[in-house]
Nanobody, 116 residues
Framework: QVQVVESGGGLVQPGGSLRLSCAVS????????MSWYRQAPGKERELVAF????????NYADSVKGRFTISRDNAKNTVYLQMNSLKPEDTAVYYC?????????WGQGTQVTVSS
């Protein structure tokens, strides 16, 4: 059974940093493209960043470029999202998503709140 579990969310002041983690089990992690999405209240879920199966390819939403960094550790079946220079508009539930052709899985989400 596939399990995708996010952690690391919380309350942080503007300009602060957080590191989200996503631990995955039940799949061959290294063969999956991993992504972070977020959904703010009243808005649609949006892609924040993704990373290819061997970490060569990464891509970011324009709104987070230069501030967020996605990485993965295939030995630990974990993907990370380092978030720096956080802004109030980064407030959302952040979801981890695992994908490969024919299969995918979502985590339950972790709340990130940026507020003074």
């Amino acid at each position: 059974q596939v399990q995708v579990v996010e952690s690391g969310g919380g309350l942080v002041q503007p300009g602060g940093s957080l590191r989200l983690s996503c631990a995955v089990s039940g799949i061959t992690f290294s063969t999956y493209v991993m992504s972070w999405y977020r959904q703010a209240p009243g808005k649609e879920r949006e892609l924040v960043a993704f990373i290819g199966s061997i970490s060569v390819n990464t891509n970011y939403a324009d709104s987070v470029k230069g501030r967020f960094t996605i990485s993965r550790d295939n030995a630990k079946n974990t993907v990370y999202l380092q978030m720096n220079s956080l802004k109030p508009e980064d407030t959302a539930v952040y979801y981890c998503y695992a994908w490969r052709s024919g299969d995918n899985a979502w985590g339950q989400g972790t709340q990130v709140t940026v507020s003074s």
